[in-house]
């Protein structure tokens, strides 16, 4: 059972659009969201983050929105750089107890076109 | 930089062997999570320390086993290997309170053949 879900294995974008993310996830006990950006052999990075308490959050090119009731978020990147090109996974946090896991969605290869 | 520092970067190994991957997690943090990435696989959760005692398990085969230690590195213990244990195995870290991102290391890649 796929707690979230990322249903766009790829997407590409003229440099200088807008990309969107999406993500949806199913769990309503994650309390905190992140993306997180991969490019091959390397390890995720953090990109940005967003509380379950707020619907927007904003970082430079960067922003990612929340809609609780839809169980939805995305990531927004304005302008899109070919830097920009990588894999983008989502993920929701949750707690078990007093343990905090990270559920990670299967990942939307992003591609910006020159 | 993460600060995240796994060994070994890349371990060819045969089927049947076992092998030990090594995490020093960011100076300061307490957590460290273990995932596996397969082919066209997304990142799968492994398990998860907390200064020393597991706090939560995944999708993590019987074969495989994990410690932290009292300076909180952390290794992975893959045994019995299958040429389905390919992978990238990465390891990430923090400090363990509410909110906190994880952060990354780059990976140990293992090649079973």
């Known amino acids: 059972d796929q707690q979230v879900k990322q249903n766009s294995p790829s997407l590409s974008v003229q440099e200088g659009r807008i990309s969107i993310l999406n993500c949806d996830y199913t769990n309503s006990m994650f309390d905190y969201f992140l993306w997180y950006k991969k490019y091959p052999a390397e390890g995720p990075t953090f990109l940005i983050s967003?509380?379950?308490?707020?619907d927007k959050n904003e970082d430079g090119r960067f922003t990612v929105f929340l809609n609780k009731s839809a169980k939805h978020l995305s990531l927004h990147i304005v302008p899109s750089q070919p830097g920009d090109s990588a894999v983008y996974f989502c993920a929701a946090n949750s707690y078990s107890g007093s343990a905090r896991q990270l559920t990670f969605g299967s990942g939307t290869q992003l591609t910006v076109l020159p | 930089d993460s600060g995240v520092t796994q060994t070994p970067k890349h371990l060819i190994t045969a089927t049947g062997q076992r092998v030990t991957l090594r995490c020093s997690p960011r100076?300061?943090?307490?957590?460290v999570y273990w995932y596996q990435q397969s082919l066209d696989q997304g990142l799968q959760f492994l398990i998860q320390?907390?200064?020393?005692?597991?706090?939560a398990k995944g999708n993590i085969l019987e074969r495989f086993s994990a410690q932290q230690f009292p300076d909180l590195h952390s290794e992975l213990n893959l045994s019995s290997l299958e040429l389905g244990d390919s992978a990238l195995y990465f390891c990430?870290?923090?400090?363990?309170?509410?909110?906190?991102?994880?952060?990354f290391g780059e990976g140990s890649w293992l090649t079973v053949v």
């Open positions: 100076s300061g943090d307490l957590s």
């Open positions: 967003i509380s379950s308490i707020k």
């Open positions: 320390y907390y200064n020393g005692e597991e706090r």
């Open positions: 990430a870290s923090s400090p363990g309170g509410r909110g906190n991102t994880i952060y």
